[in-house]
C-alpha cells in the first residue's frame, strides 16, 4: 500500500510537470516581445504578437482533438509522444534564425501542449481515490497557477541571458518526464476502436480557431475591419456546420452526450464565465502596474507573484473544504471571491502607487479563488465514463482557452487609452462576470460528487 501511494504521487508529479510547462510557455514570452523586436530586425510589434496568438489559437483549437487522440491511443503513449514533440519544438524555437521559423515552432509546441494538458489529468485522476480528487485537483490547480504566475518572472529574468533560454530552459524538465513517465506511468485502456472522425476533428479545430482569432486580433485588426468581420462571419458559418456534422455523425469527435451529463454542463459553463474574468484580471492587473503606476516588467511580475502564491498556500486545504462543505459551496465561494478582488480594486484604485493597501488584498483573494473553484469544476470531468476522461478534460480546457481570449478581447474595448476610469468599468465588468460563474456554481449538485455516487458515474 505504501508503494502504491507513493508511485500516484509520482504520477501526479510527472503529470502536473506537463501542466506547468503548457501554460509555462504561455505566459513565459509575454514579456520578450522588445527583445524579439531587436533580435528580428524590421519586425513590428503586430508580427512579434503572432509569438503569442499562434500558440494560443491553436492550444484551443487542438485541445479537443487532442483529448480525443489521447482517450483512442491510451493516455501514456499520448503524453510521451506529446512531451517528447514539446520538447524539439522547444529546441526549435530556441534555435530560430527567423520569426516565421519562430512562429512555426510554437505552433508545434502549441499542438504538444494540447496533448499534454488534458492528458496529464486523465493520467493522474484515475489513480487516486473518488475521496482524493478534490486534493488532486487542488495540487493540479496550484501547478498551473504557479506556471501562470511565474511566466512573466521567469521569462524576465531568462531575458538578461537572452530570449532563447525560455525555450531552452523546457529541454531537460522534458527529458527528465520522458524518462520518469515510460518508467512511472500506468498503461491506460485504450478507446473502442472505431473509425477516426477526421472531418469533425476538422470542423472543430476551424471552429475554435476561428472564435480565437477574431477575439485575440480584434483590438489588432480593428474591431470593424473588414478582416474581423470576415473571420467572424466565417467562424459562424463554420461552426453551423460544426453542430450539424457533430449532431449526425455516428462517432463524432465530440459527442453531445458530454453536455447531458448536468455535472459536466454547469461545470463548463462555470469554467467559461470564471475563466471570461480571470484572464482580462491579470492583464488588466499588468497594465494598471506598468501603465498608471509605471511599474516596471519585472517589478510588475514580482508585484502579481501573490497570486499564484496564494493559489498554492489555499490549493492543500482545497480537498478538506469540498469534504467538508461540498463542492458546490467551493465552486460559488471561488467565484465570489473572485468578485470580491475585483471590486477590491474598482473601489480602491488610484494613481498613487498604494500597493499593500490596494493591490495586495484583490491579488490574494483571486489566487484564492482559483483554489477554491477549480478543483470541483475541472474535476467533474472524472465523473464522466473513464475511457472520456481525457476527452472531457480537453472540453473543459477549450472553455477557458476560448473564454479567455474573449475577456481579453472584452478588456481591450473597455481599457481604450487605460484612463483610471476605464479599470474601474472593467474590474465591475470582472465582478459581473465572476458572480455569474458562481450563480453556475449553485447549480453544481453535491449528491454526485460523493464517492459512493461517483463509483457508478465513473464506470467502464
Given at each position: 500500500m505504501a508503494r502504491t501511494d507513493i508511485r500516484r504521487w509520482r504520477?501526479?508529479?510527472?503529470?502536473?510537470?506537463?501542466?506547468?510547462?503548457?501554460?509555462?510557455?504561455?505566459?513565459?514570452?509575454?514579456?520578450?516581445?522588445?527583445?524579439?523586436?531587436?533580435?528580428?530586425?524590421?519586425?513590428?510589434?503586430?508580427?512579434?504578437?503572432w509569438v503569442l496568438n499562434a500558440y494560443t489559437i491553436v492550444l484551443a483549437a487542438m485541445l479537443v482533438p487532442a483529448g480525443r487522440l489521447a482517450d483512442d491511443i491510451g493516455r501514456k503513449p499520448a503524453f510521451l509522444l506529446g512531451?517528447?514533440?514539446?520538447?524539439?519544438?522547444?529546441?526549435?524555437?530556441?534555435?530560430?534564425?527567423?520569426?516565421?521559423?519562430?512562429?512555426?515552432?510554437?505552433?508545434?509546441?502549441?499542438?504538444a501542449a494540447a496533448v499534454l494538458i488534458p492528458t496529464s489529468l486523465g493520467l493522474a485522476l484515475p489513480?487516486?481515490?473518488?475521496?482524493?480528487?478534490?486534493?488532486?485537483?487542488?495540487?493540479?490547480?496550484?501547478?498551473?497557477?504557479?506556471?501562470?504566475?511565474?511566466?512573466p518572472v521567469a521569462g524576465g529574468l531568462l531575458l538578461t541571458a537572452g530570449w532563447r533560454w525560455i525555450f531552452l530552459i523546457n529541454i531537460p524538465v522534458v527529458v527528465i518526464a520522458v524518462l520518469a513517465g515510460r518508467r512511472e506511468?500506468?498503461?491506460?485502456?485504450r478507446g473502442v476502436r472505431t473509425r477516426l472522425?477526421?472531418?469533425?476533428?476538422?470542423?472543430?479545430?476551424?471552429?475554435?480557431?476561428?472564435?480565437?482569432?477574431?477575439?485575440?486580433?480584434?483590438?489588432?485588426?480593428?474591431?470593424?475591419?473588414?478582416?474581423?468581420?470576415?473571420?467572424?462571419?466565417?467562424?459562424?458559418?463554420?461552426?453551423a456546420l460544426t453542430v450539424r456534422h457533430l449532431r449526425r455523425a455516428p462517432d463524432p469527435v465530440v459527442s453531445f452526450d458530454l453536455?447531458?451529463?448536468?455535472?459536466?454542463?454547469?461545470?463548463?459553463?462555470?469554467?467559461?464565465?470564471?475563466?471570461?474574468?480571470f484572464a482580462a484580471m491579470i492583464l488588466a492587473a499588468t497594465l494598471f502596474l506598468t501603465g498608471r503606476w509605471h511599474y516596471s516588467v519585472v517589478h510588475a511580475a514580482l508585484a502579481l507573484a501573490p497570486m499564484p502564491a496564494s493559489t498554492m498556500a489555499t490549493?492543500?486545504?482545497?480537498?478538506?473544504?469540498?469534504?467538508?462543505?461540498?463542492?458546490?459551496?467551493?465552486?460559488?465561494?471561488?467565484?465570489?471571491?473572485?468578485?470580491?478582488?475585483?471590486?477590491?480594486?474598482?473601489?480602491?484604485?488610484?494613481?498613487?502607487?498604494?500597493?499593500?493597501?490596494v493591490f495586495l488584498p484583490g491579488a490574494i483573494l483571486a489566487g484564492i479563488s482559483t483554489a477554491l473553484l477549480q478543483p470541483p469544476l475541472f474535476g467533474a470531468a472524472a465523473a464522466l465514463p473513464s475511457r472520456q476522461i481525457s476527452l472531457a478534460s480537453g472540453v473543459l480546457m477549450m472553455s477557458r482557452q476560448i473564454s479567455s481570449a474573449l475577456g481579453v478581447a472584452i478588456l481591450t474595448a473597455i481599457l481604450g487609452h487605460q484612463a483610471l476610469h476605464g479599470f474601474r468599468v472593467a474590474w465591475l465588468a470582472m465582478c459581473g462576470a465572476a458572480v455569474a460563474s458562481a450563480a453556475a456554481g449553485i447549480l453544481f449538485h453535491e449528491a454526485r460528487t460523493t464517492p459512493r455516487r461517483d463509483e457508478g458515474a465513473a464506470g467502464p
Open positions: 504520477i501526479l508529479a510527472i503529470a502536473s510537470a506537463a501542466q506547468f510547462l503548457a501554460i509555462l510557455d504561455l505566459f513565459a514570452v509575454s514579456v520578450a516581445f522588445p527583445a524579439l523586436e531587436r533580435s528580428f530586425h524590421g519586425a513590428s510589434l503586430a508580427e512579434v504578437s512531451m517528447t514533440l514539446f520538447g524539439v519544438a522547444s529546441l526549435g524555437c530556441a534555435v530560430a534564425p527567423a520569426l516565421p521559423v519562430l512562429v512555426a515552432a510554437r505552433v508545434v509546441q502549441a499542438a489513480v487516486f481515490p473518488k475521496h482524493e480528487h478534490a486534493k488532486v485537483m487542488g495540487i493540479w490547480t496550484a501547478v498551473a497557477a504557479a506556471g501562470a504566475g511565474s511566466g506511468l500506468p498503461a491506460s485502456p472522425d477526421l472531418l469533425g476533428a476538422v470542423l472543430v479545430l476551424a471552429t475554435v480557431a476561428g472564435l480565437t482569432t477574431v477575439f485575440t486580433q480584434a483590438s489588432v485588426w480593428g474591431y470593424g475591419s473588414p478582416a474581423i468581420i470576415g473571420s467572424a462571419v466565417a467562424t459562424v458559418l463554420v461552426a453536455f447531458r451529463h448536468r455535472l459536466f454542463a454547469v461545470a463548463f459553463s462555470g469554467v467559461f464565465l470564471y475563466y471570461l474574468a490549493a492543500p486545504l482545497s480537498g478538506r473544504i469540498v469534504a467538508r462543505f461540498g463542492a458546490r459551496f467551493s465552486a460559488v465561494l471561488g467565484g465570489l471571491t473572485l468578485a470580491a478582488g475585483c471590486g477590491w480594486w474598482a473601489l480602491t484604485a488610484t494613481d498613487r502607487p498604494q500597493y499593500l493597501v
